[in-house]
């Protein structure tokens, strides 16, 4: 179904609050569920909601917890999110780390024990909006990993993003975002697949017995679970692991091996490095030269129908469309949106009635 993004942020929206979520958390929570899903992130959008309502049902989730600076030396802050929403706690770490970068030039953030972040982007972009380079780790224990090494068969990792964000080098411009998974596709990707009842490209999953496959049942269905491959190869294996050890062990939040307790929800540990470009010298001299390298990559000769786009412009030319179209949710998708607003005391109706459904 295609469900226009105001009421299905009205719905989502009502469904946190309705399990213990004050408003103005609830609020950025679903906004930042809704921009994943009109920038055409649907692993990162609206399909979590069911697991936070949840989460925050069985205790494993603060919805009244805020970011707690532990450590400050200089630059370099650690933060505890209390396993507190992550878009919140990770905003309001952020905001220290741009603080910092202000004052010095730099800020370094070690944030833990956050509930799940959801988009990473929207971190780099709340750097960038504020004139600074970003660059981001990130880490995830939640449940089983989920992603294989390099010439493994079995899970090791979790997809543990990497952004790296450029602030708009004219004015008016957009900045230049880079935001993914160090697995071949992200773990959500293949649960939205799942619930559409689709398959997944070639070479980004493989079955419990290490062979390729593009069912995505092979990591929802009722089997033996398989894992995700990491992407190019020895390259996404070695970030994934970088991210492990930056996002995870460096910040005090754990990494994915045995002695970390992998049952508390969703939790995320992000390194974020941010940086003040005009530190480096002329400012201006700097925004010319990338403009003009990101003008003369934009020039390049089509290989297919389509141009050539840099980090950014799809998800803005995704987001257009659905703010005219609306937001696809699978039906399956719909069902446990519904089950866990029931699980929180809305019944379906009335929350089909908030989405306009």
Same mark, same amino acid.
């Given at each position: 179904?295609?469900?226009?993004?105001?009421?299905?942020?009205?719905?989502?929206?009502?469904?946190?609050?309705?399990?213990?979520?004050?408003?103005?958390?609830?609020?950025?929570?679903?906004?930042?569920?809704?921009?994943?899903?009109? %920038?055409? #992130?649907?692993?990162?959008?609206?399909?979590?909601?069911?697991?936070?309502?949840?989460?925050?049902?069985?205790?494993?989730?603060?919805? &009244?917890?805020?970011? %707690? =600076?532990?450590?400050?030396?200089?630059?370099?802050?650690?933060?505890?999110?209390?396993?507190?929403?992550?878009?919140?706690?990770?905003?309001?770490?952020?905001?220290?780390?741009?603080?910092?970068?202000?004052?010095?030039?730099?800020?370094?953030?070690?944030?833990?024990?956050?509930?799940?972040?959801?988009?990473?982007?929207?971190?780099?972009?709340?750097?960038?909006?504020?004139?600074?380079?970003?660059?981001?780790?990130?880490?995830?224990?939640?449940?089983?990993?989920?992603?294989?090494?390099?010439?493994?068969? !079995?899970?090791?990792?979790? !997809? $543990?993003p990497i952004c790296i964000a450029v602030p708009a080098t004219k004015p008016g411009g957009h900045p230049l975002l880079l935001d993914f998974a160090t697995s071949a596709i992200a773990i959500g990707k293949v649960r939205v697949a799942h619930s559409a009842g689709k398959k997944v490209p070639e070479n980004s999953l493989i079955d419990h017995t290490g062979k390729p496959t593009t069912d995505p049942a092979s990591m929802y269905g009722a089997g033996p679970r398989g894992a995700l491959l990491p992407f190019g190869m020895h390259k996404g294996s070695g970030l994934a692991l970088v991210c492990e050890i930056l996002g995870g062990a460096l910040t005090g939040g754990?990494?994915? %091996?045995?002695?970390?307790? $992998?049952?508390?929800?969703?939790?995320?540990?992000?390194?974020?490095?941010?940086?003040?470009?005009?530190?480096?010298?002329?400012?201006? @001299?700097?925004?010319?030269?990338? %403009?003009?390298?990101?003008? #003369?990559?934009?020039?390049?000769?089509?290989?297919?129908?389509?141009?050539?786009? =840099?980090?950014?412009?799809?998800?803005?030319? !995704? &987001? @257009?469309?659905?703010?005219?179209?609306?937001?696809?949710?699978?039906?399956?998708?719909?069902?446990?949106?519904?089950?866990?607003?029931?699980?929180?005391?809305? !019944?379906?109706?009335?929350?089909?009635?908030?989405?306009?459904?």
């Open positions: 179904m295609l469900i226009r993004a105001e009421t299905l942020q009205a719905a989502i929206t009502r469904m946190l609050e309705a399990a213990g979520t004050a408003p103005d958390p609830a609020r950025i929570v679903a906004a930042d569920l809704l921009e994943a899903n009109l %920038q055409g #992130h649907d692993s990162h959008g609206v399909q979590l909601a069911p697991r936070y309502v949840l989460n925050a049902l069985a205790g494993k989730l603060d919805p &009244k917890a805020n970011a %707690q =600076v532990v450590r400050r030396d200089g630059a370099v802050i650690v933060v505890d999110g209390g396993m507190g929403y992550g878009q919140v706690v990770g905003r309001q770490a952020m905001d220290l780390a741009i603080a910092a970068a202000k004052d010095s030039g730099v800020g370094l953030l070690a944030l833990r024990n956050t509930h799940h972040l959801g988009r990473i982007g929207a971190y780099g972009d709340r750097a960038a909006q504020a004139g600074f380079l970003s660059i981001h780790f990130v880490n995830a224990v939640t449940g089983p990993a989920v992603v294989a090494p390099w010439r493994g068969s !079995t899970s090791r990792f979790g !997809t $543990n754990g990494t994915n %091996q045995p002695a970390t307790p $992998n049952d508390r929800g969703i939790v995320n540990g992000m390194l974020a490095i941010v940086v003040d470009p005009a530190r480096f010298g002329d400012l201006d @001299a700097f925004r010319a030269e990338a %403009q003009a390298m990101i003008d #003369h990559v934009k020039t390049s000769a089509p290989g297919g129908d389509e141009p050539v786009l =840099v980090a950014g412009e799809p998800e803005r030319l !995704t &987001k @257009a469309a659905r703010l005219r179209d609306g937001i696809p949710v699978p039906d399956a998708t719909w069902d446990e949106i519904l089950a866990a607003a029931a699980e929180a005391g809305i !019944t379906r109706g009335d929350l089909a009635a908030i989405a306009g459904v």
